[in-house]
């Protein structure tokens, strides 16, 4: 059973940066790519980054891009999301997600989903 924890949550202000963790583990099928998605209050959960676990090709959500970062760590299993600059309509649920296939990311219904770290931007 795969398994997503995040970490790094937490409250910001206005400009400031933080950086979220996802620890993956107990995968036995590779694993084609591992995202970030967030969900506002209110909102549909939406697209923030991703990265391809081969060659480590990363694709970024118009709204992010310039102002986050995704990366990995293959010895640790871990991604990052290293997020500066931050506004106020950063403000959401941040989700890590792991993909198989390029099926699951090209519809973005990811197969394994993190419980989630709520940030904060506060002005």
């Known amino acids: 059973q795969v398994q997503l924890v995040e970490s790094g949550g937490g409250q910001v202000q206005v400009g400031g940066s933080l950086t979220l963790s996802c620890a993956v583990s107990?995968?036995?099928?590779?694993?084609?790519?591992v995202g970030w998605f967030r969900q506002a209050p209110g909102k549909e959960r939406e697209f923030v980054a991703r990265?391809?676990?081969?060659?480590?090709?990363?694709y970024y959500a118009d709204s992010v891009n310039g102002r986050f970062t995704i990366s990995r760590d293959n010895a640790k299993n871990t991604v990052y999301l290293q997020m500066s600059n931050l506004k106020l309509e950063d403000t959401a649920v941040y989700y890590c997600?792991?993909?198989?296939?390029?099926?699951?990311?090209?519809?973005?219904?990811?197969?394994?989903w993190g419980q989630g770290t709520q940030i904060t931007v506060s002005s």
């Open positions: 107990g995968y036995t099928l590779p694993i084609y790519a």
């Open positions: 990265i391809n676990t081969s060659g480590g090709r990363t």
């Open positions: 997600s792991a993909a198989e296939s390029f099926r699951a990311v090209s519809s973005e219904n990811y197969d394994y």
